[in-house]
């Protein structure tokens, strides 16, 4: 057969580079559109060969757009001829297509599909941009469960693999969902601080000091001297609050020099930051940041497009539905301690709580609550940063709190020290430079509201509210003492 | 006199420092709402002391909140003692105090305050927070007019000044109106991609291989290795593209180790990044950006808040009305060119254009059509990075495109290349190490979406709306090559 014999010729083949050639004004349907509504229609529609079939003179194509699928059919007849066939049956997976076909409604339902009622007759398919033929993995090994892996003996995908191609991972439906509802987590965030009259504010990363003592801090080299990243926006939303802002919250990145490998640390993770000033104690403060939490559990709860997410991401790893009560439980350190006691935990009163004793108490706590979110109020003043403000009535103690979710720690905020006599007194029982930190102390000397805020983990809360079991889950392209690619 | 003789000696003082002792339920009414209806009500204000006059057995005091303040009273009677007078009379300026007092309509306006119908007749003051006696700057000095302050030979403070001393100098209504109006701008940014369907995403600032280059770069100690701060989300966000986001943002420093002291450089700034897929033309994006910005200006002209604050800032700063076309103009490169030349400007085909060309244009942009925003398109490809996609028609040119504010740039952006061979070919041609950008190009061979984007200035857009004359009067705490503090 010589190419002469082909009457489709045209109407498919691997065109040109798009390189803004032209301004087609076909309109590309997207494919959760492809509904029964369409059938009969002839349309464009763009997105991956996600599986592909030959068999005999047809060929079947799942065709993908982010979550959503639809089977597609390309089959020898008046449309297509053999080689237009053999040409989409060799098309690579992942690569992207332009196809025009109809809809066509179909008896039984497709169940691997999104779009169960109807599949696309193609009748012109071009390819757009082309995958290479060996894919790092697979998308399919990607979203099985892990158990089910096991069980079976299929394959799943190991997390050093998934990150090291990452962009392929990314396109699977787990990770759409959980990328998608983390936008989400940010924008409710924001919408609510900015609905309760905060000011967003930008504070800069690369700093003089090292704010908090000089520890797990990376150093910069900034032109002729050397600098530091900022290890939270402490300094600037506290002089923020000194400049009259009242209000305030910051979404960015910060940064740990820390060497530790666990499930929930990052070397960079995004902090959700709030500062506030309040009237005369700072459980408005605690309640204020708490309702936030709430507020954004509510809009994940009842917003369709979340629900879905939530849906997707526990196909593949199920977790129970996230808990919360309104208002929020606030329990004190030492009714925590008390806690744990009773359940056979040896510790001193103003010992910290290690990792495994926090989980355990997020245990007890949602035995006898019932909830996963709770705030830990009146830490010991011991564990906590200098700027910490001393409880009034017990030295031993401050107004410092965490708040957990599934019995991680989410937040650590405090009220802190606003007088500078006291803070430079704090500053030297916890040995740190005062020269390193003059500009910080200098903001408090020229009238200064008693404030208190908090700071947010994104990749925490996003890992949590999913009852997922690592943080670089939630992390696009992850940082740790290990990672810095892709 | 002793202090028994001090009737009043409970309506006054120095409290202990709120330390969060009790959990009064006293209701803090805010300046602003101080209006003729609360006329003979007796309330409590926490606000600023920001001017004081002792005037025989008064005392005069201008309270402050914000960009608000109103005028109080303390006069020996029934409430206030002499003691009493002279202790209010002594209180730093900037200190913070808690006051109660009578609302009184006055009979003449008070032009020097916000609330020019009441003064506020003090029974009990008491201070929250004490300020030093010594100001660095004073906050009068601070927003006065440049001119007015040579003409009446009367202060005003220099920019090292107030940077040096930024937490009081942003207490000045002048940059509360600054800084709240940038808040409003990143809110509209995102409340606009989020209505077109857009994804918020974050991106890693810690990177292992300079992405642009390896020119400007800060280099950043990673545990045993090193590391560089991103230069721009570039890579990240067009490998988002390739992970099926299809329509991607975010907000967040990015990083220049440019040695340029100039009114419009930073080595930190806050990007505003954008990033998606089109159909057939690039075109479909420079209109999605375009009508983005319109957008925002939009909301800064048409919301009442927004206007207060412009209005503010112009009183310090006077500028003419932003003006912007809609749809936005878009004008060809070349069209420049002869426009610039037209004015006597010399200059060749794929030059470059110089800051006081660009200026220059925007001029006589604004003489022919009226507008101080618009997109210039198709740029040299001489000039323009790497992975820039080549006009299909003129290989001399690029589908790339700037926007512009008042004559300056705020976007710069493209069309992608997103076929790993040509981007290969490009990079090579700028020399570029391939080895280093490896997993930016392996992204490509996956399947990868036709796709265009841009980054925007934050604090240009904000200096260039409100006509200010300096970046770093729009960047809270500024950095630049000889600035890292505060």
Redesign the interface.
């Known amino acids: 057969m010589t190419d002469e014999d082909d009457f489709a010729e045209d109407r498919y083949g691997v065109p040109p580079?798009?390189?803004?050639?032209?301004?087609?004004d076909?309109v590309?349907v997207r494919v959760q559109d492809l509904t029964a509504e369409k059938a009969g229609q002839l349309l464009w529609v763009?997105a991956?060969i996600h599986t592909s079939r030959a068999k005999g003179k047809q060929c079947f194509l799942v065709l993908r757009?982010?979550q959503f699928n639809v089977q597609a059919l390309v089959a020898v007849g008046d449309r297509a001829s053999k080689q237009m066939v053999k040409f989409a049956a060799n098309i690579t997976k992942?690569?992207?297509v332009d196809v025009e076909g109809v809809v066509r409604k179909v008896e039984q339902k497709i169940e691997s599909c999104t779009q169960q009622d109807v599949e696309l007759h193609i009748e012109r398919i071009f390819v757009?941009?082309?995958?290479?033929p060996r894919?790092p993995l697979q998308l399919e090994d990607a979203v099985r469960p892990e158990g089910e892996g096991d069980e079976e003996g299929r394959a799943t995908v190991n997390q050093d693999t998934r990150l090291d191609n990452?962009?392929?991972?990314?396109?699977t439906t787990t990770?759409?969902a959980i990328?998608?509802l983390?936008?989400g987590v940010?924008?409710l965030f924001?919408d609510t601080l900015?609905s309760k009259g905060f000011?967003?504010?930008?504070?800069?990363?690369?700093?003089?000091?090292a704010s908090e003592g000089g520890a797990n801090v990376?150093?910069?080299?900034?032109?002729k001297?050397s600098?530091y990243?900022a290890q939270s926006p402490q300094l600037?939303k506290q002089?923020?609050i000194?400049?009259?802002?009242?209000k305030v919250f910051c979404?960015?990145?910060v940064?740990r020099?820390e060497?530790s490998n666990t499930h929930r640390h990052l070397?960079?993770f995004?902090g959700l930051d709030i500062e506030m000033t309040f009237?005369?104690?700072?459980?408005?403060v605690v309640e204020s940041i708490a309702d936030t939490m709430v507020q954004i559990f509510k809009g994940l709860r009842d917003r369709y497009e979340f629900q879905t997410e939530i849906q997707t991401v526990n196909k593949q790893y199920p977790s129970e539905p996230f808990k919360f009560l309104e208002p929020t439980l606030r329990l004190e350190y030492w009714e925590a301690v008390a806690m744990l006691r009773q359940a056979g935990v040896e510790m001193g009163d103003e010992d910290d709580l290690s990792t495994p004793n926090e989980k355990l108490l997020g245990r007890l706590v949602k035995e006898k609550y019932d909830t996963d979110f709770y705030v830990l109020d009146k830490y010991p003043l011991a564990v906590r940063p200098f700027y910490t403000?001393?409880?009034?009535?017990n030295p031993k103690y401050s107004?410092s709190y965490d708040m957990f979710m599934r019995g991680e720690e989410i937040l650590s905020g405090a009220?802190r020290v606003?007088?500078a006599e006291?803070l430079t007194e704090r500053a030297l029982h916890h040995n740190i430079d005062l020269e390193k930190i003059k500009?910080?102390i200098d903001?408090f000397?020229?009238?200064?509201?008693?404030h208190a805020g908090g700071g947010i983990g994104?990749e925490r809360v996003t890992m949590l509210y999913l009852g997922l079991h690592n943080v670089r889950q939630t992390?696009?392209?992850?940082?740790d003492?290990k990672r810095?690619?892709?």
Chains 1, 2 share one sequence.
């Open positions: 580079m798009l390189q803004s050639q032209a301004r087609l076909r590309l763009r991956r757009q982010q992942e690569s992207i757009v941009s082309q995958a290479e894919l990452r962009v392929i991972d990314l396109r990770s759409q990328f998608r983390q936008s940010c924008q924001r900015t000011v967003e504010i930008q504070t800069p990363k690369i700093i003089s000091a990376f150093t910069v080299s900034y032109f001297t600098a990243l600037y002089m923020c000194c400049a009259d802002f009242d979404v960015g990145p940064f020099a060497d070397t960079e995004v009237n005369y104690h700072y459980h408005e403000m001393p409880d009034p009535s107004n009220q606003h007088d006291l500009a910080y903001s000397r020229f009238g200064a509201p008693p994104l992390s696009m392209f992850p940082r003492p810095l690619t892709p």
